[in-house]
């Protein structure tokens, strides 16, 4: 869900100001990523809670959530941003970086215990909780990118404006910050 939601907040701020086909290319790519990572992360999870819990599939889970990270993160990184997004771009590999080392503590954590009752500290503890928090830096990074998109948002409508003289478009695009 997290990824669906920063990959549509991208989409949205490629549409601001008047963006380039570059911009709504590369918005569409992550998208699509976005929803591949969030759908399999979810029947992952389907097929987890389906099963009776047991420290070997629970070892098989944490591990698969890992594999997938790093498959995501170096999907992600053949995609190119455009300058505009550099730094949107840098925050979503900040977070995908601390999302994978999160996942990856927990994983080692499972893989330490031998004993069924044991499997409480895993999902009361730590581990799970910097996985929670690292989830949650994406829903406040999706928040802070669609804060921008509104305010870019509305300056890319004014800048299209049939109604704006075409040399006056330009004097709008820089007065609200659009970029070229």
Do not use: H
Not at 41 to 58: C, M, N, R, Y
């Amino acid at each position: 869900m997290k990824a669906v939601a920063l990959g549509g907040c991208l989409v949205l701020l490629a549409t601001a100001c008047g963006s380039s086909p570059s911009v709504s290319q590369y918005a569409d790519d992550l998208n699509v990523w976005a929803r591949d990572v969030d759908s399999r992360l979810d029947a992952g999870s389907a097929e987890f809670s389906a099963q009776p819990i047991t420290v070997e599939g629970t070892r098989d889970y944490l591990d698969s959530r890992v594999a997938l990270y790093v498959e995501a993160i170096d999907t992600y990184s053949a995609l190119e941003p455009p300058n505009e997004l550099a730094e949107l771009d840098a925050a979503l590999r900040d977070w995908l970086d601390g999302l994978l080392a999160a996942e990856q503590q927990r994983a080692d954590l499972v893989a330490s215990i031998e004993d069924p009752d044991e499997l409480a500290r895993l999902w009361d503890g730590p581990a799970t909780q910097a996985v929670l928090v690292a989830e949650g830096k994406g829903v406040l990074l999706y928040y802070a990118a669609q804060e921008e998109f509104d305010a870019t948002g509305d300056r890319g409508a004014l800048s299209e404006t049939p109604w704006i003289p075409p040399e006056m478009r330009e004097v709008v695009s820089v007065a609200l910050g659009c970029p070229e």
